[in-house]
């Protein structure tokens, strides 16, 4: 400590001297006119904070949320059964018809019952926040009258000036990103991303880190309710079965799953190797274990297909999506939709590590049509997506904030790298994500987690 600041404490400190001489000495008290400071209230405070920090995780947040969900959609359920039931003309199909509904409404009520308690543990739960927060309050201002210098007034300034920065920096908006003509799919500007709408962890809980989720973007007639989930269940690399919900809340609710097989284990010439992938025309499209090919996986025969991308394309964590703390392991390939079929996202040595995007003729088996390379460094995003013939990645900007950053436009060539579109998130990294066309919304898996985001547009 310098000379000046020991010369400052002193002013402020109210002191009383007495000084008494016996030969060349001299003794002096040095006494301390202030009240001790009471750490052992700011140690309650401290204690308290953590409690209540224990208390409320997003956990439980999401409990509420997956409820009204699993609601929602029950709900919609039972009012097509009812139509349908109102249209049958068999009496055999009626009596069956009724019993599904008198089961159905026991389901409904059996999910009233636990959103109530669930909404009452909530409310018990906020009055007790609520009281803890003001006792807080209380203490912390008693406490701040210790504070001769002013550290804390001065800290709070300093922070509301770092606030006002970034609000002013996120006002200074991008010029638009590029905009797709209406004859292309008919949606302006892309301008914010809103959510998450969805948030929930997978039935398997926090087991597997690694999957892919979403609904097919040409289903069948009937189909166009169900959802897929899959996860990679060795080591986060590898999965051999394609999960499916009739409905978003069975996903939620963990109900009424089937399972088809591509495999019998982990791994085998056709395993799913990677995150990233699609369910297009009851299909899925991925990436083939240990090869540069796409797999084609049809749902319904289990047959299988595949096309090879250029020989150069990386594989094998060769290329993978990262930032400066971490790669996604085995994200080579990214699969992709919008408006106009599925695509595939890689990187090759011929195009220096850079994103290639080709995209994929649906057929059987598939071929690979219009290719375009871009001077996008795959190993800089942390993943991508299209809307309406334009590529979007993006980057991580910290554990809560992800940011889409740069855009190529299919139809015109262009590249942008000054986007700055950001969003929450839920957990730190997301392994995949795909937009879906039908409801612009975005399908995230992040550590466990599926979530949905919508896309915004002017």
């Not at 008290?29 to 052992?40: E, G, V």
């Not at 018990?124 to 504070?147: N, R």
């Not at 006002?164 to 797709?180: I, N």
């Not at 994929?360 to 995003?381: C, D, F, H, R």
Request: aromatic share 12%; proline share 4%.
């Amino acid at each position: 400590m310098s000379q000046s600041h020991i010369f400052i404490l002193m002013i402020v400190i109210p002191l009383s001297f007495s000084q008494s001489a016996t030969g060349k000495e001299c003794v002096c008290d040095l006494k301390n006119l202030d009240p001790p400071f009471p750490k052992d209230e700011l140690t309650k405070v401290e204690t308290a904070v953590l409690k209540c920090i224990g208390s409320i995780t997003s956990e439980k947040m999401t409990d509420l949320d997956r409820l009204v969900l699993g609601l929602q959609q029950r709900i919609k359920q039972l009012e097509d059964d009812v139509v349908m039931l109102e249209k049958a003309n068999s009496n055999l199909y009626a009596a069956v018809s009724l019993r599904i509904i008198e089961l159905e409404f026991g389901e409904i009520q059996d999910l009233l019952n636990k959103l109530n308690r669930t909404t009452s543990d909530y409310h018990h739960q906020g009055v007790q926040a609520a009281a803890q927060l003001d006792d807080m309050k209380g203490a912390m201002v008693e406490l701040e009258k210790f504070d001769k210098m002013q550290v804390i007034k001065k800290y709070r300034e300093n922070q509301m000036k770092k606030t006002l920065e970034q609000c002013k920096d996120e006002l200074k908006a991008s010029s638009p990103p590029p905009t797709a003509s209406p004859g292309r799919c008919g949606l302006g500007q892309m301008v914010n991303v809103a959510g998450p709408r969805t948030s929930s962890i997978t039935p398997y809980s926090t087991s597997y880190a690694y999957g892919a989720w979403g609904r097919d973007m040409k289903p069948a007639p009937g189909d166009e309710n169900k959802y897929w989930l899959v996860v990679l269940t060795s080591s986060n690399v590898y999965g051999y079965y394609v999960r499916q919900y009739s409905t978003l809340s069975t996903l939620l609710l963990g109900l009424g799953l089937k399972d088809t097989y591509i495999s019998n284990s982990n791994p085998t010439t056709n395993t799913i190797q990677g995150p990233n992938m699609v369910m297009y025309s009851n299909a899925l499209y991925y990436n083939c274990y240990n090869t540069y090919s796409v797999c084609r996986f049809n749902m319904t025969t289990r047959a299988i297909s595949t096309v090879a991308l250029p020989s150069d394309t990386g594989y094998n964590n060769k290329f993978p999506f990262g930032h400066l703390a971490t790669s996604y392991s085995y994200t080579d390939m990214d699969f992709a939709t919008d408006e106009s079929g599925v695509y595939v996202i890689y990187g090759t040595t011929s195009n220096f590590g850079n994103v290639v995007i080709s995209k994929i003729e649906t057929s059987n088996p598939p071929v690979l049509g219009q290719t375009w390379k871009t001077s996008l460094y795959k190993i800089t995003a942390t993943n991508t997506f299209m809307v309406c013939g334009v590529l979007y990645a993006t980057r991580y900007l910290d554990k809560e904030t992800e940011q889409i950053f740069y855009s190529y436009d299919t139809k015109t060539n262009k590249e942008r790298y000054d986007l700055k579109i950001k969003f929450k998130k839920m957990q730190t990294n997301i392994e995949f994500l795909n937009y879906d066309p039908r409801d612009h919304l975005l399908y995230v898996y992040s550590d466990a987690y599926i979530l949905t985001y919508e896309l915004i547009f002017q």
